[in-house]
């Protein structure tokens, strides 16, 4: 299937990335040129040997990576491995935020890394503008459960809040501001940077890093999978990694990449926007609604697409199958193929996809309900 590893993407708008943007980022290839992202498929043979790799990875939604080897390499040799992501209590958690949460468990169960969560409340309050209250309400009630719920294993997992950790982390965001300069951020996040940013960056900094210390399990390599949005958090983590090698332990983070999920309107997918997203907490038949009512890669009419086939590169439906809900690459194949030949139409496709999706979620919220009394075993809140 030639389009599975080549999912089309979105035209850089410029040439510096903001992760506090609403930017819509396109053409992912220009960052292996721009930033020195490499393509993830240049790894996924020395993966396959190892393990069976993850369906978003063989599908080329996680489309690049940095130092993925050293990962790779850290595993083979029974080295410790760490896995950090962070999350912004914001709105309903919905299907773009699961695509994280599906690599962790699959790094956490299949190659038995260890799992960091970072609650990134303290950027939430100061960058955007969250209030305290509802930071950490959306966190505990919202985001957490989810993350249980979706398989990640609560034993071999830490979550904190930024605002409530350990001693040795909060110094390293005090020490990393001795050795970058101002004129290095703005190159990295833009002229547009006054002190929450700042602490905010330098605070990510330590978020990734800091699972290299002793205190928190001496790891010999940190990877960090993020959407590309999020790339200047891992380029200064990475220059400040070197600065200190011979102060503190710490190493290089790795990090992979993967394809922003476009939202049924079209456009970005954003948690403002309700219509734009499925939310893992909507009930089932208002998100086969809102599968109803997406735009599509179809043509003008249905004479047309039988007689050009449609565009599932860019279509919302193809990506809510191959990114969540069709785990057989040999069914989303024929779904494609399908679809380029004219041989199904949208709206038959819509149907079926809204089926599925109705079982996914029928499902999932069985198991969040289960699962929503572990979250005061698993983080301790801020005090206020």
């Known amino acids: 299937m030639h389009s599975l590893n080549s999912l089309p993407v979105l035209p850089i708008v410029a040439l510096r990335i903001d992760p506090w943007s609403s930017t819509t980022i396109k053409e992912y290839e220009k960052l292996f040129a721009y930033f020195g992202i490499k393509p993830f498929n240049e790894v996924l043979p ?3 040997e190892l393990v069976e790799p993850h369906p978003l ?10 130092d993925f080897r050293n990962f790779l390499q850290v595993i083979k040799s029974g080295g410790k491995a ?6 912004m209590p914001s709105g309903k958690m919905h299907l773009g935020h699961k695509m994280v949460i599906d690599q962790l468990v699959y790094y956490q169960k299949v190659m038995k890394a260890k799992v960091f969560v970072a609650i990134a409340d303290v ?13 950490i309400e959306s966190a505990l009630n919202e985001y957490i459960p989810n993350y249980l719920a979706l398989g990640l294993d609560p034993e071999k997992t830490v979550i904190y809040f930024q605002s409530n950790y350990r001693p040795e982390y909060y110094r390293l965001i005090q020490l990393f501001s001795r050795k970058v300069t101002l004129a290095e951020m703005q190159a990295i996040y833009g002229q547009d940077l006054g002190p929450a940013k700042i602490m905010a960056a330098l605070t990510q900094a330590a978020d990734i890093l800091h699972p290299y210390l002793n205190e928190f399990g001496g790891h010999d390599i940190v990877l960090v999978p993020v959407g590309a949005d999020q790339d200047p958090h891992l380029r200064l983590a990475r220059d400040i990694a070197d600065r200190y090698s011979n102060d503190i332990r710490l190493g290089r983070p790795a990090s992979t990449y993967h394809r922003l999920m476009t939202g049924l309107t079209g456009d970005k997918m954003s948690s403002s926007r309700p219509d734009s997203y499925i939310a893992l907490t909507d009930p089932p038949e208002e998100a086969a609604k809102k599968v109803m009512r997406s735009l599509t890669g179809g043509r003008a009419t249905a004479e047309e697409q039988r007689k050009l086939g449609g565009e599932p590169q860019k279509c919302p439906i193809f990506e809510l199958n191959a990114y969540h809900l069709i785990p057989d690459d040999n069914e989303l194949r024929k779904l494609y193929e399908d679809c380029v030949s004219g041989r199904i139409l949208c709206g038959r496709c819509k149907k079926e996809t809204a089926e599925r999706l109705k079982e996914f979620l029928k499902e999932h919220q069985e198991r969040l309900n289960s699962v929503k009394d572990l979250v005061k075993e698993v983080v301790k809140p801020p005090a206020f």
Do not use: C, P, Q
């Open 123 to 135: 950027e939430a309050y100061a960058v955007r503008k969250k209030s305290r209250k509802e930071v």
């Open 57 to 66: 990875m063989r599908r080329g939604v996680v489309f690049g990576h940095r």
């Open 82 to 87: 760490a896995i950090l992501t962070g999350l």
């Open 46 to 48: 020395e993966l396959s």
